[in-house]
């Protein structure tokens, strides 16, 4: 029984807890900037089709990126190069996470069950198997997968997908490059070890700045973009402006002078702009709500 | 040619000639009953082909024998009161039939008995042409599967996706798409025999890609308040079977750009 355990707690590892609570975190967050109600049913639905697909399909990621693990050190320790779950245990726990994901969003409506499997082609098939390890512009192709759980959340909201849901799943897409190509600077020789191309070893350490920049810049301007479509978000756009700008800072800084330590400043600070943004934005919503505008 | 990519086989070949069967009998409406059968038969014989290292073969063979008659049975009488029942067993049996040479000859082994184990159901519904919609999507997946536990080469799709032909049978419609598709596969085995190809077939993925899909395929067919779930789950199985067929390389194969 505790083997069992331990099983299904390497099982939940492989789906990158904080990660995934992240994805959640966009999703719920759009589900509630959209008006999402609190129906107990409906938030659960929500809950299992996220941990379920975001989960499953990061965990599938895993599962098919084994080989690459297994050489990389920063990887090494993961359940499967490590041996702690054989591949056949994870594909089935795999599955059948995907499974009542699929199942739950199918139930909430066609929209959602559409940003499930979206985020799983561009995951798996686009990002995974096609681009990863011939280009390091695969993470234009994973990105969109990263964005759908905001998608998802507002559809499951308004029953649709509108131009405020895509502007909100907009705001995820440009911020992972930040993310994903600050990974690919901190350990660029575990991924050149590996095979992977990364853009930093393509293109140089400015890369990684520009990348930045790009992203931050992206993200203020859907902010903004959102708060005049949407008539709220103004709170939310001066906070994240005032945050963003910071690591916008911290990213013409690495440009003069690139150097691991700045790039992990730029991190540290860009990080919290998305987190400040879909948690700023529901409450602004639910506030408008109480008072009546 | 890349490593990794092998050429076309005997199985890969029987197959791809099963698929031009289909392809001259949809030509001719009166051979329609004819067609599942006679690639089933073909499935069976890959399936065995495949077991002939597990010392259950035997087992296997009575197990999917029964599968067999019970289906054939059904479509002999129609079903009647026993109906569910029949077909019930007979996938059980299949199923049973297919746990057993996955677990003594390997996912090869265990994804080519699926296949097989799986046409007794399309049989069955081939002659009381009940369910277009589960036949249709039978033939997709049994398509998929078979690619798999041919020998695991990816230019078994040449001749396994050819079953993509069997579509027409159950929904007319798709007519036109199903020769697409067997273009574009033609076309694309055509493509990797000059190139090399990159990818290989992960047997697992694509056997829980069969099996996800075909349990969203049985149930489209279905009461209509749980069409939505059966449509996501025959959904995620063809994307989890595709996902199979495209895993990539050993990073040793590939080259960053």
Known sequence: ?293 | MASGCRRIDMPCLLSAGSGLLVLLAVASESLYPYIPAAVSIVTLSVALHQVKSSSHRWTILVLGTASWALSIAYSLTGGGRYGVLMISSSIGLGYIATAVAALTGGWGAGLAAFGAMYAPLIVAFSYTAEADVILSAGYVLLGSVLAAALAESPYALLGSLSIFIFLPLGVQPMVALSLLAYITVLAGSGALEWRGCPFKLDSGLVFMGALVGSLGAVFLGGEPVIYRPALGLYSLGLLLILAGVLTPSSTSHSRPS
């Open chain 1, 1 to 293: 029984m505790a083997r069992v355990l331990d099983k299904v707690i390497m099982l939940l590892a492989m789906t990158k807890p904080v990660q995934l609570a992240l994805l959640m975190v966009t999703m719920f967050g759009a589900y509630f900037a959209a008006g999402g109600s609190l129906n107990v049913e409906l938030l659960a639905l929500l809950f299992i089709t996220g941990l379920g697909s975001a989960g499953g399909v990061t965990a599938l990621n895993m599962y098919l990126e084994r080989d690459i693990d297994r050489v990389m050190s920063r990887t090494r320790s993961r359940p499967l190069p490590s041996g702690g779950l054989t591949p056949f245990e994870a594909l089935t726990g795999i599955v059948f996470l995907i499974v009542i994901g699929t199942v739950a969003a199918s139930l909430i409506n066609t929209w959602v069950l559409l940003t499930t499997l979206v985020g799983l082609y561009f995951d798996i098939i686009a990002y995974t198997e096609l681009f990863k390890r011939h280009t390091a512009w695969a993470l234009l192709a994973g990105s969109v997968a990263g964005s759908m759980p905001a998608l998802g959340g507002w559809a499951a909201a308004t029953g649709s997908i509108d131009m405020l849901g895509i502007l909100m799943a907009g705001m995820v897409y440009v911020w992972q490059p930040l993310h994903v190509s600050f990974i690919h600077y901190a350990y660029s020789k575990d991924f050149m070890d590996a095979g992977v191309p990364t853009i930093y070893a393509c293109l140089g350490d400015r890369a990684y700045g520009l990348i930045s920049l790009a992203s931050l810049l992206s993200l203020l301007s859907l902010v903004w973009a959102f708060a005049a479509l949407a008539g709220y978000g103004l709170t939310t756009g001066v906070v994240s402006t005032i945050v963003g700008l910071r690591a916008i800072r911290a990213v013409l800084r690495f440009l003069s002078s690139p150097s691991r330590e700045g790039a992990r400043r730029i991190v540290k600070l860009a990080s919290p702009t998305l987190g400040i943004i879909f948690v700023l934005l529901p409450l602004e919503r639910v506030i408008l709500g109480l008072v009546g505008v």
